[in-house]
């Protein structure tokens, strides 16, 4: 077990729990009879999944902009991201009144640019195959005076994504263990930095599907890996690898990493469907996909954070249609 | 409005949660900002769908097993039911110890037929073209001396139903509306019962789909109406016609009822997907089909009761696949 002593980015995760009181859902706490029947063990599901706009990074995205000074924040922010981030800052910027540009690749669904467009944000398409987004928003970041608001590596980030994990231990008190899924980083740091000081006990494990084993060798090695557009099902974790500042902040805090295989992670989404009713993206589920998958020790108090719900009809459909 | 003076099937609600507190599960009340913002009201959704076998057909089942005497019980209990409320029978029968039978279609799916069977009921089965599942059961009862436990046509099951408009009331407190969506009417007497005492200027409105408009007609005409078979996806709403002791109640509690088309009900099934992120079934999606569709004013404080989220793979397949 690592030596967790609360820190400065413990008490920015409580700043950052202040910050976004009110504007943020507290999120419920879920659990399944079944499943802790079947385990032997109590499983209780964060889940961001019913956040606003469907995934924890709300939580990040509007710690990061409402800490910025109020004079560069009407400068208007921007962002690169197709995904979550994208529409999590979209919204915020809607919602604190700011000018706000998300580039998107020209290649990106139809629905998401809509979905980005409709918070009001002004979408910047760019040829993925011949152009790099962080050039393209880096430039203009400079011609427009803009901030910008990168999806992980950025310490507000950070400290707003640890906050889920924060509600989820007011709630649970101490657990043996809590499972987060791992993309670029920035919510299994800030969980790591909220559990280590408030379940010290606690073990804290990272999860990344077998297919996108960055971090998991990142980890293991302590020299940064990188996966180049993995072809998991688990759309959010295809970050090409930890950042600056995420990279050693799981080094410091995580107590370890596991790798799940598709079929455990269609087999979670499937669970979250058939028997708890809700609706879990891929990389959402790779925390019950590690206790389905038997990769982690299926005992005690285990928290599970479900990092969103953002899964497209045909995606659902074709998990749906597998074996059971 | 209707005269809603609390009754002795007040006083039966208020026992049914007594008898069910701790055994059936509180679910959460949902809103939506999207909804209320686009409407201009304030819905609060109760969410039966993540109550256990993921439908209210619990809260009714335990009422009525629980409430028998020891004897009675020991001999065992029978029911006929290919959905929700067999499934209900069969895990409170396991909960309470109780054999239990339930009578299905030989025709039935395969995962409703082990889904029962896991829970330890003995699934009899019938040749629905030749046999009728009412007589069959009550031979059954007879010949094994069981006791009947019937969907809905039961005092004990109409006020076990009625629980969850409770709940929802003294989370709210009052509401200008009530949507119920109604089958044989236990869940809507219920709730119209519910709700006439707790909050008495609330509208209790009952939601068919214009396919299976049978309580719509009996509700205008003051006479039983049926249908047989009707072709709509709301398959909970499938029964024939409201019962003896369900049709009196709802001529007497009810507001009024409303019919919607199979479009709004697929509609409200992917807004819960899409916008709420959870499961559910179209019967369960009524209520906030008739918000959709414009049948009911969206205006107020409205409750709108989600019955439950057994839906199957394809079913939300096709439905997904719709245009949005």
């Known amino acids: 077990m690592k030596d967790k002593k609360p820190s400065e980015w413990y008490s920015a995760v409580c ?17 399944s009879s079944t499943l802790d029947a079947e385990l032997g063990a109590e499983v209780f599901f964060k889940c961001e999944n019913l956040q606003k706009i469907g995934a924890f990074k709300f939580r990040g995205a509007y710690n990061a902009i409402r800490k910025l000074p109020e004079d560069e924040r009407k400068q208007g922010i921007i962002t690169y991201s197709s995904g979550n981030h994208g529409q999590a800052v979209a919204l915020v910027g809607r919602m604190l009144n700011t000018p706000t540009v998300v580039v998107m690749p020209d290649n990106a669904p139809e ?9 009001g944000a002004k979408v910047v398409e760019y040829n993925a195959e011949t152009e790099s987004r962080e050039e393209i928003a880096t430039d203009l970041c400079r011609e427009r005076n803009l901030t910008m608001i990168p999806p992980y590596d950025h310490p507000a980030i950070v400290a707003g994504q640890g906050t889920a994990a924060m509600e989820l231990l007011e709630e649970t008190g101490k657990l043996d263990m809590l499972l987060v899924p791992c993309g670029g980083g920035g919510l299994l740091s800030g969980s790591a930095i909220a559990a280590g000081a408030m379940s010290p006990e606690c073990r804290i494990i990272g999860v990344e599907p077998e297919l996108a084993d960055d971090a998991t060798r990142s980890f293991r090695t302590g020299e940064l890996h990188r996966v180049s557009n993995p072809p998991t099902i688990a759309d959010g974790t295809r970050t090409p690898s930890l950042g600056k500042i995420t990279f050693p902040l799981v080094l410091e805090y995580v107590d370890d990493m596991q790798t799940v295989p598709e079929k455990a992670i269609c ?22 996909a590690a206790l389905i998958n038997g990769s982690v020790p299926g005992n005690g108090r285990i928290g599970v954070i479900i990092s969103g719900g953002n899964i497209d009809g045909p995606t659902m459909s074709s ?3 597998r074996k059971m």
């Open 267 to 288: 087999d979670a989404v499937r669970f979250f469907y058939y028997r708890m009713k809700i609706v879990v993206e891929p990389s959402g589920a790779l925390g019950l």
């Open 111 to 119: 629905t998401k640019k809509s979905a980005t467009a409709g918070y």
């Open 319 to 321: 998990i749906l249609a």
């Open 15 to 31: 700043e950052a729990a202040e910050r976004i009181r009110g504007h943020a859902l507290h999120t419920p706490v879920m659990t």
